[in-house]
């Protein structure tokens, strides 16, 4: 699954069009259930944005390395985002971003985020 996920993953990022802007985001997720903590995702993720017309549009992917509190060291997974923003007027747009990454011998974890933005 890992090397389905790598291969889609540079796949994508080797056929972004020329206009698009290459970057490196490093990103920490920490975990609570309530005040407890349950652990750390660092995310190290490479990745192109873009726009076209009213659409800015993001794909980013790379190692996530994960630590959960009261096990001993980390695990490597793959993580990766897939966003975008619409630009319905310059005060108001919609956006949305999907985000997965693997979890070792259990089930791989997605999020899914819209919403609107309006600015004054």
Known sequence: ??????????????SAPAFAGTYINAEVNNGYYGS????????????????KEKFDYYV???????????????ETELSGKLGGTYNI????????????ATNGDFDNSYNLKVGAKYKF
């Not at 995310?43 to 726009?51: A, I, K, M, N, P």
């Not at 980013?60 to 980390?74: E, I, K, R, S």
């Not at 007027?89 to 985000?99: D, I, K, V």
């Open 89 to 100: 007027s310059s005060a108001t747009s919609l956006y949305g971003e999907f985000a997965g």
């Open 1 to 14: 699954m890992k090397t389905i996920a790598l291969a889609l993953a540079t796949t994508t990022l080797a």
């Open 36 to 51: 407890e903590y349950i652990g750390r995702s660092v995310e190290l993720h490479v990745g192109l944005d873009g726009s």
């Open 60 to 74: 980013q992917g790379g190692p996530a390395l994960v630590a959960v509190d009261g096990v001993d060291g980390t």
